[in-house]
């Protein structure tokens, strides 16, 4: 007699006959198995001191979202009260270098990439702090 083992049913043949046998764990052995899948996936306990530490790393996480949005609202701000014949853009350095456009034309391109990168940037910050574990 040969067997063949295939998922859970073990083909035999006998004699010239294939006879298909359905092999089921008990209840005990299931529950044994899903406990031992169980204990492989718990998560171990946090000290208090990596509890607090993460704290901390969740609010500089939240506090880099708030900035985000709060500049987010900022060039908002700014279409709302731009009347587009005085407006300008000024790039300053921090050796006090300065460069100034005041062609709309110009502005309307440099914000509108400054608005797709800084929504990038917005997602990626509410996604950390989103998914964000303590």
């Given at each position: ?59 500089a ?13 900022d ?17 300053k ?14 502005i ?16 990626e910050?509410?996604n ?7």
């Amino acid at each position: 007699m040969s067997t063949a083992v295939k998922g859970d049913k073990i083909a035999n043949e006998e004699k010239g006959k294939n006879v298909l046998e359905v092999v089921k764990p008990t209840l005990k052995e299931e529950k044994t198995t899903i406990k031992a899948l169980m204990e492989t996936f718990k998560p171990t306990p946090l000290t208090a001191e990596a509890r607090i530490q993460r704290v901390k790393q969740f609010d500089a996480v939240s506090k880099r979202f708030n900035l985000l949005n709060e500049k987010a609202n900022d060039l908002k701000m700014f279409d709302a009260g731009n009347d587009k014949i005085d407006t300008k853009i000024i790039l300053k350095n921090g050796a006090g270098f300065a460069f100034e456009v005041s062609n709309s034309f110009v502005i309307k391109k440099v914000r509108d990439v400054m608005e797709q990168e800084l929504n990038i940037l917005l997602r990626e910050a509410e996604n950390e702090v989103v998914t964000f574990e303590m």
